[in-house]
């Protein structure tokens, strides 16, 4: 079999406060930032190169050459600009490869310097980057760090070749494959209904309005501010929480204490969750291309168990179902004309999987049956021998589906009440849920 050339690329491009990527996704921050050096590297075609990425012949690269890049799908967006505005000739090559995603499915940190000290032994100098910050080629020229950007952008492309060729031959084809197509999901991006954001932004600054009127300390205070809430419950003689995260349980066991007798606690909490809304707007209006779609990002193992994770401001994985203040941020995307988006579910794969690992038998038995999972649990663990157990008993139904999305995977038994009330209205005491974790844990040992 002919071996494979592998061609390691790195853009340096401006960047600062107002431009990054991490803000307005690849290919909006391509479109707007300018690349200045390239570093181009490849043993076997003898090429050692670092320059305006104008000034590189890209046709010395054959067409079966595979070019490596860490974080590729950034320096793919920019590379694609560059073709498009004819600063460099458009060029064919054998596929477009991820070091960092190579890391990643490794168990290592994506980043090129961490990644560099846990396989190769030292941390890179990332100083010229920072250095870099709102700054111009000609101005790095001007202060005399031409040079050492030069060395800079060399040696990341020398460095990504050297973890390449370290872990490379354990990466299997199918995963390289998904890889590559993550990236290229991300360049299609996902359609937004540009109308509805607008209706649902200006729906949202209406009821923030709304919600800083029953505030008692705005105008005078910031209106989440905690130190004038606390002031303002010490004037009520009630108490304060000791954390005012959304999320902390303290918090919402507060609000539900208090919420029913002082209008201002419950908008509070709105106000916290309608500015979540408000920003994710926000958000999508910067990451906005001019096809009214943004980069559908997702991290390529972004689990330690090989899951994607969300990314870049968005968490497409993670996308309210529920409406609030009448908007329904899923409702923001939608598919390309002649298209529908499709919902694929694969029916509690990993708790299905565990009980393959954990060899559970009678669960495994009920599954090959066609039982449906939270059914099975229950004619297994909870002693249900009657018909159609979701719509026999609902409550049975959601005791059960709660029992295997925490305490499957290690809840102890306070988080389990709190999930079981908060995600499925569940409802049990403090007392109940330590029996029910304690009984679960003996009749699940493994």
């Not at 921050?29 to 570093?39: E, G, H, K």
């Not at 390309?336 to 999987?353: H, L, P, S, T």
Request: hydrophobic share 40%.
């Amino acid at each position: 079999m002919k071996k494979v050339i592998y061609v390691f690329v790195d853009f340096e491009t401006t960047w600062g406060k107002d431009l990054s990527v991490k803000f307005m996704g690849n290919t909006n921050y391509a479109l707007a930032a300018t690349a200045y050096r390239v570093s181009v590297i490849c043993k076997e075609l003898d090429i050692r190169f670092v320059g305006h990425p104008r000034d590189f012949t890209w046709k010395l690269l054959p067409e079966d050459s595979v070019l490596v890049s860490h974080n590729a799908g950034f320096d793919q967006a920019v590379c694609f600009k560059l073709i498009e505005d004819g600063i460099i000739p458009d060029f064919a090559c054998g596929g477009w490869l991820c070091s960092a995603d190579l890391c990643a499915y490794h168990g290592l940190p994506r980043a090129l310097d961490k990644a560099s000290r846990d396989i190769l032994g030292f941390t890179p100098d990332k100083s010229m980057r920072d250095y870099m910050k709102d700054k111009s080629w000609d101005d790095a020229v001007a202060e005399g760090a031409a040079d050492a950007l030069d060395q800079y952008a060399l040696n990341d492309s020398e460095y990504m070749g050297q973890i390449w060729n370290e872990l490379e031959k354990f990466w299997p084809e199918s995963e390289r494959a998904v890889s590559s197509l993550n990236k290229e999901i991300e360049r299609r991006g996902i359609g937004i209904d540009v109308d509805l954001l607008g209706e649902y932004e200006a729906m949202l600054e209406k009821e923030r309005e709304r919600l800083h009127a029953l505030l008692p300390w705005v105008p005078d205070k910031l209106p989440l501010s905690a130190p004038a809430c606390r002031a303002h419950c010490k004037s009520l003689g009630i108490d304060a929480p000791g954390s005012f995260d959304r999320t902390n349980r303290g918090y919402l066991a507060w609000h539900k204490k208090y919420n029913g007798d002082h209008e201002f606690i419950a908008a509070r909490l709105d106000l916290q969750n309608l500015n979540k809304m408000l920003t994710n707007c926000k958000k999508l209006r910067v990451r906005m291309r001019k096809d009214k779609r943004i980069d559908a990002s997702l991290i390529y193992f972004g689990a330690h168990t090989g899951r994607f994770s969300g990314t870049g401001g968005i968490n497409l994985q993670n996308i309210e179902v529920a409406g609030k203040f009448g908007c329904h941020m899923r409702h923001l995307f939608v598919p390309a004309k002649g298209q529908k988006f499709v919902i694929v579910d694969a029916a509690q794969i990993e708790a299905r999987i565990m009980c393959w690992v954990v060899d559970d038998q009678k669960m495994l038995e009920q599954i090959r049956a066609g039982v449906p999972y939270y059914e099975a649990h229950a004619r297994s663990d909870m002693g249900w021998d009657g018909g159609n157990l979701k719509e026999q008993d609902p409550e049975l139904y959601a005791q059960a589906k709660v029992k295997v999305l925490s305490l499957n995977y290690g809840c102890g038994y306070q988080l389990f009440r709190d999930m079981a009330a908060a995600k499925y209205g569940v409802k049990m005491s403090l007392a109940q849920a330590k029996v029910i974790h304690a009984d679960y844990r003996a009749k699940n040992p493994k």
